[in-house]
Structure formats: structure tokens, C-alpha cells
């Protein structure tokens, strides 16, 4: 069932802050509180929309050094690829995982405190798994998201 413009004016208006009130985002997109609550509870219940999360300031938690870490697996087999996603998801560090189809085949997002930590994941911790064939690490300057992406 897709998304029709309603969906659509709700979704964009709790994408801004999702622990807006159903009252204002109803006066937001021009209904009743009402129907306002009935679209967004339909919307959790077909999986739409799947919670609200915390966005925490990295830095001020202990962890300024972010990067992205590129690592190939060797031979690329379900068994070494599922074992490897299941583990580096699992790491205090790791911010997200991608599975990738190309040279790489992880795009590891992390956050660590200071570049002796950056080195101490890539060097102790993936380097040391035997399917891991290589590593690259690019550092993470800026990180700009756009949290108001629209349904198509």
C-alpha cells in the first residue's frame, strides 16, 4: 500500500522531531488530532515508521574521530559474509554497517575516541579476523544527513 500526500505531510513533520505532540502535528498538516493519530498509528503498524531515535553529539559523548572503513573478505562466501557483518555489528564502536556489492564488500561506519583507537579497531581488531583481505580507512571531516528525505 503506498503513501498518499497525508502520509506523506505527517512523516516530513515528525522526521523535523519526532516527540512533536499528535496535536501539533495534526495543525501542522490541516487535520483532526483524530485522524492525525489514526495515520500515524496505521503507519507504525505497516512498518513505515519504525521508531524514533536518539541523535547524540558524538564529541560530547567521548567519540570525535569518526570514519568509514572499507574491508574486502576473502573468499567472499554467505558463510564469511554473514559471520563478519554479525561481528563488526556487534562492536562498541561501530555505528552501522552497509553490505556492499564492488571492490569492498563492508563500508564500516565508526566513532572512537582519538586516531590511536582508529588504529587499535582497524589493526587488533579487523585485520586479526582471517577472512578480512583488506582495509581501508578514510577518516570523517564533516557528516551532513538529511533527515527530511520524501516518499516517492
Same mark, same amino acid.
Request: hydrophobic letters at 40%; proline letters at 6%.
Given at each position: 500500500?503506498? @503513501?498518499? +500526500?497525508?502520509?506523506?505531510?505527517?512523516? #516530513?513533520? !515528525?522526521?523535523? &522531531?519526532?516527540?512533536?505532540?499528535? =496535536?501539533? $502535528?495534526?495543525?501542522?498538516?490541516?487535520?483532526?488530532?483524530?485522524?492525525?493519530?489514526?495515520?500515524?498509528?496505521? @503507519?507504525? +503498524?505497516?512498518?513505515?515508521?519504525?521508531? #524514533?531515535? !536518539?541523535?547524540? &553529539?558524538?564529541?560530547?559523548?567521548? =567519540?570525535? $574521530?569518526?570514519?568509514?572503513?572499507?574491508?574486502?573478505?576473502?573468499?567472499?562466501?554467505?558463510?564469511?559474509?554473514?559471520?563478519?557483518?554479525?561481528?563488526?555489528?556487534?562492536?562498541?564502536?561501530?555505528?552501522?554497517?552497509?553490505?556492499?556489492?564492488?571492490?569492498?564488500?563492508?563500508?564500516?561506519?565508526?566513532?572512537?575516541?582519538?586516531?590511536?583507537?582508529?588504529?587499535?579497531?582497524?589493526?587488533?581488531?579487523?585485520?586479526?579476523?582471517?577472512?578480512?583481505?583488506?582495509?581501508?580507512?578514510?577518516?570523517?571531516?564533516?557528516?551532513?544527513?538529511?533527515?527530511?528525505?520524501?516518499?516517492?
Amino acid at each position: 500500500m503506498g @503513501l498518499d +500526500e497525508l502520509d506523506a505531510a505527517i512523516l #516530513a513533520e !515528525l522526521q523535523s &522531531d519526532a516527540r512533536r505532540t499528535n =496535536r501539533d $502535528v495534526a495543525a501542522a498538516v490541516g487535520v483532526s488530532p483524530t485522524t492525525a493519530l489514526d495515520r500515524t498509528r496505521a @503507519l507504525r +503498524e505497516r512498518g513505515v515508521i519504525r521508531g #524514533a531515535r !536518539l541523535d547524540l &553529539d558524538l564529541p560530547s559523548i567521548g =567519540r570525535p $574521530v569518526q570514519a568509514m572503513i572499507a574491508v574486502r573478505i576473502r573468499p567472499p562466501s554467505r558463510r564469511n559474509i554473514e559471520g563478519f557483518r554479525n561481528w563488526v555489528s556487534a562492536l562498541p564502536d561501530t555505528l552501522g554497517v552497509f553490505v556492499t556489492s564492488g571492490n569492498e564488500d563492508f563500508l564500516i561506519h565508526v566513532a572512537v575516541p582519538d586516531n590511536d583507537s582508529l588504529y587499535a579497531f582497524v589493526i587488533d581488531r579487523l585485520t586479526e579476523r582471517p577472512e578480512v583481505a583488506d582495509v581501508r580507512t578514510s577518516v570523517v571531516y564533516e557528516h551532513l544527513r538529511n533527515d527530511r528525505i520524501r516518499p516517492v
